[in-house]
């Protein structure tokens, strides 16, 4: 089975400062990593995405994430938050054989001036 | 091009009355995923569509779920003797393909339902 597991559904951090939201993952199966974004009364919007073509993701807005396997980790960061990244982001873990995506319980990142 | 298109945006309706929710998918794309997205339960997994297979159906959480998808392209979801526990935002994706590697889903607006 597969699972995701997001540390912190709050996070807070001021304008300007790093953004790190965690993201760990459980799959006996190499795995296919997604981070996704939803804004307020919005779907999800893909960020970034790991298929194991390279360690180091970069996605859309600045953000970029790193698969580490030996630690299970697929944390997202972003070097200096922008007001306008304030939302909830999700996690998810799926594989060849497992079309269907397992999203993590999403984290709330709150932007303070 | 298009995005996935969710009707209607927000569903209000009575205990025990039937609701569709209505999902159309990027034109082209053979994959169709149902999830729902429930205060305190995350995002989960309902149903399935590739191709002309048959659905995986394995998320739905009760006989009172179904879904269908006509013609390989639009799908409608279907919530029979609605519960107030059904309330939720039900988002719809679709990817190009499920059949071998995982393409990226894309997600809709989804449909807010509150039952009353």
């Known amino acids: 089975a597969q699972s995701v597991t997001q540390l912190g559904s709050h996070v807070s951090v001021s304008e300007g400062a790093l953004v790190l939201l965690r993201c760990n993952y459980s799959s006996s199966v190499p795995p296919y990593l997604f981070w996704y974004v939803q804004y307020p009364n919005q779907g999800l919007q893909l960020l970034l995405k790991?298929?194991?073509?390279?360690?180091l993701v970069k996605g859309i807005n600045g953000f970029e994430a790193e698969f580490k396997k030996s630690e299970t980790s697929f944390h997202l960061t972003k070097p200096s938050a922008h007001m306008s990244d304030a939302a909830e982001y999700f996690c998810?873990?799926?594989?060849?054989?497992?079309?269907?995506?397992?999203f993590g319980t999403g984290t709330r990142l709150l932007v303070s001036p | 091009g298009a995005g996935v298109s969710q009707s209607p945006s927000n569903k209000v309706t009575e205990k025990g009355k039937d609701v569709e929710l209505r999902c159309d998918p990027i034109?082209?794309?053979?994959?169709l995923y149902w999830y729902r997205q429930s205060l305190g339960q995350g995002l989960e997994f309902l149903i399935y569509?590739?191709?002309?297979?048959?659905?995986?159906k394995s998320g739905l959480p009760s006989d009172r779920f179904s879904a269908e998808r006509t013609g390989g392209s639009v799908s409608t979801l279907t919530i029979q003797r609605t519960q107030q526990e059904d309330s939720a935002v039900y988002l719809c994706a679709s990817s190009s393909r499920g059949d071998g590697s995982v393409e990226t889903q894309y997600f809709g607006p989804g449909t807010r339902l509150l039952v009353l």
């Open positions: 998810a873990v799926g594989n060849t054989g497992f079309q269907k995506l397992v």
């Open positions: 790991y298929t194991s073509a390279a360690t």
């Open positions: 569509f590739q191709g002309n297979s048959a659905p995986d």
């Open positions: 034109s082209g794309h053979t994959a």
